[in-house]
């Protein structure tokens, strides 16, 4: 059973940075960051190959956020740089098998996730 875990999460002002992190108990998977904002669907912000090398971004966060890991220590990160209000959502990371198309970074490829952390961005 792959167990996630993500921090990093908090209130930052428009323009700021934050940068979240995934503690996995498992890294040969394809990971994944999600968000979902209040009364809105969960969405694919970013993906990442097990290696580390391959990396996917919504439109809407490209050029602003930046996926990465290190498999040594069993970690995913997702850098935020540039926030927006819009921005503002509870974040997952997620795992799956390199065999699901996790390139397109949708919800029901993703098997497993964490609990979530909150990112609110204030005007």
């Known amino acids: 059973q792959v167990q996630l875990v993500e921090s990093g999460g908090g209130s930052v002002q428009a323009g700021g940075s934050l940068r979240l992190s995934c503690a996995v108990t498992y890294s040969a998977y394809c990971m994944g960051w999600f968000r979902q904002a209040p009364g809105k669907e969960r969405e694919g912000v970013a993906s990442?190959?097990?290696?580390?090398?391959?990396?996917y971004y919504a439109d809407s966060v490209k050029g602003r956020f930046t996926i990465s890991r290190d498999n040594a220590k069993n970690m995913l990160y997702l850098q935020m740089n540039s926030l927006k209000p819009e921005d503002t959502a509870m974040y997952y990371c997620?795992?799956?098998?390199?065999?699901?198309?996790?390139?397109?970074?949708?919800?029901?490829?993703?098997?497993?996730w964490g609990q979530g952390t909150q990112v609110t961005v204030s005007s």
């Open positions: 990442i190959s097990p290696g580390g090398g391959d990396t």
């Open positions: 997620a795992a799956t098998s390199p065999l699901l198309p996790w390139r397109n970074i949708r919800v029901p490829d993703f098997r497993y």
